[in-house]
């Protein structure tokens, strides 16, 4: 697929200045804005803890956009909105720690205020930082390792002289934070302080004076751990007795228009999916090279009249000025029929969900779409709402742009949460 940078940093500014969720960011840079914490785990505070140990050997599969986010909030999130307080306690509430993760697809800054990844390195540092931890095996073969690093230096106006010790202990809550939500989240992690600090800074090209203090690597464990949730509700019993597909066995498929679908929408979904471990297939009226309104391309390889609802359990369409091709095309309506009468999930984003509106599924839900669509989705009957992303049972709508990321972490969610 060819990318065609230009326009997409260019209409990547467009929705930063547009939206108030990534103002923080400098104009051009990636950001994900993260899904909300799960706030009711099902695994006690104390199984976490007796069932924590240090574990190194891990599957290839990467870790999920969501099981990242949990990380961050609960090494660095803000738990006193108020306040500004945060997951871990910090010396005088100065916070000068600052948590890096590094993914297959680059290195990211936590952002805490507003709970998003920013983009600072576009390559894959781990096998930097396995050499930098004096090539230690399972660095090497850890999908995701967290960087905790602090400004020693900001602890000092306040604490002469104790800067350092506060900003290691302050390090150490917060590590032990994520070494016990990686338990509950059913992943394997241990942490590393026998690593060069120096050059894991230099690695991270972080700013002067931000000292790296704790690495933790996380994984999906080779050995499944037998945990049991201490407390177990009656619903969760009824559900467990279900087991779950994993995710990576999910099929997903992105509609696009044979031409002018949305380029920044399609590659922010993508991305969300790819770093998943998911790859969608993608399917449009002709197979094929189909053109982005930016001129980037995907290459369908499925036909719209030739998907099977059974084959798939989520259909996506992206917008776009293209998409006007299936509001009134049968074999797409009628997709959408069928998959909603098997309760399959359902998403759009931008002016997208008119589809829905036109193949009348939508009735009395809440549906977020780009203003375009509003009066085909009241007269489906459905609500149209001013937020950015809506989950509705099994339809997820979104308006685009800054909201794609959010809108393909849903998707994800809906998909664990399927039988
Ligand atoms: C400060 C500190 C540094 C550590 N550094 C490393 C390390 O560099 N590599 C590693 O594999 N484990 C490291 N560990 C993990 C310990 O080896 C591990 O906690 C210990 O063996 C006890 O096992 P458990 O974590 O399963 O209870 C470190 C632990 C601490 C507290």
């Not at 297959?104 to 930082?129: A, S």
């Not at 604490?159 to 302050?170: I, N, V």
């Not at 959408?336 to 098997?342: K, T």
Request: net charge positive; hydrophobic share 40%; proline share 5%.
């Amino acid at each position: 697929m060819k990318h065609n940078i230009g326009l997409f940093i260019l209409l990547f500014c467009f929705s930063a200045i547009f939206f108030s969720q990534t103002a923080s960011a400098v104009p051009g840079t990636t950001v994900i804005k993260l899904s909300e914490p799960e706030l009711n785990g099902s695994i006690s505070l104390e199984q976490a803890i007796k069932n924590r140990r240090s574990i190194r050997q891990f599957t290839p599969e990467p870790l999920n956009i969501d099981q990242v986010a949990q990380l961050c909030w609960s090494a660095q999130g803000i738990t006193d909105e108020e306040k500004g307080l945060r997951a871990a306690p910090s010396a005088g509430a100065i916070y000068p720690v600052q948590l890096y993760v590094a993914l297959p697809d680059g290195l990211y800054l936590y952002n805490p205020e507003d709970h998003t990844l920013e983009k600072k390195i576009d390559r894959d540092i781990k096998p930097m930082l396995y050499t930098a931890s004096f090539k230690q095996k399972a660095v090497q073969e850890s999908p995701c390792i967290f960087i905790i690093a602090a400004f020693e230096k900001m602890l000092e106006a306040k604490y002469r002289g104790k800067g350092e010790r506060f900003a290691s202990l302050e390090a150490g809550h917060i590590a032990q934070n994520m070494l016990l939500q990686a338990v509950t989240l059913g992943l394997g992690s241990f942490p590393v302080g026998g690593f060069a600090s120096d050059s894991v800074a230099k690695i991270c090209k972080f700013p002067d004076r931000l000292v790296p203090l704790y690495l933790i690597c996380v994984g999906n464990p080779i050995e499944k751990p037998s945990l049991v949730p201490a407390i177990v509700s009656m619903r969760n019993i009824a559900s467990m007795s279900k087991q779950p597909r994993s995710i990576h066995s999910k099929r997903v498929i992105i509609i696009l228009a044979e031409k002018r679908f949305n380029d920044a929408d399609y590659f922010d979904v993508e991305e969300t999916f790819q770093i998943a471990g998911i790859s969608p297939e993608i399917a449009s009226s002709k197979t094929g090279e189909v053109k982005g309104s930016g001129r980037n391309v995907a290459t369908a390889t499925k036909l719209v009249k030739d998907i099977k609802v059974d084959d798939y359990d989520a259909f996506i369409f992206i917008g776009g000025l293209g998409v006007k091709q299936f509001f009134d095309d049968r074999g797409a309506l009628n997709l959408v029929r069928q998959a909603n009468e098997q309760k399959k999930i359902l998403a759009a984003i931008g002016n997208a969900p008119g589809i829905f509106a036109r193949a009348r599924i939508i009735n009395g839900k809440n549906i977020a779409c780009s203003p375009v669509e509003r009066g085909k989705v009241t007269e489906a009957g459905a609500d149209w709402k001013r937020t950015l992303l809506e989950v509705d049972d099994n339809i997820i709508t979104a308006v685009g742009g800054d909201s794609a990321r959010r809108f393909g972490s849903a998707v994800l969610t809906a998909l664990r949460r399927q039988d």
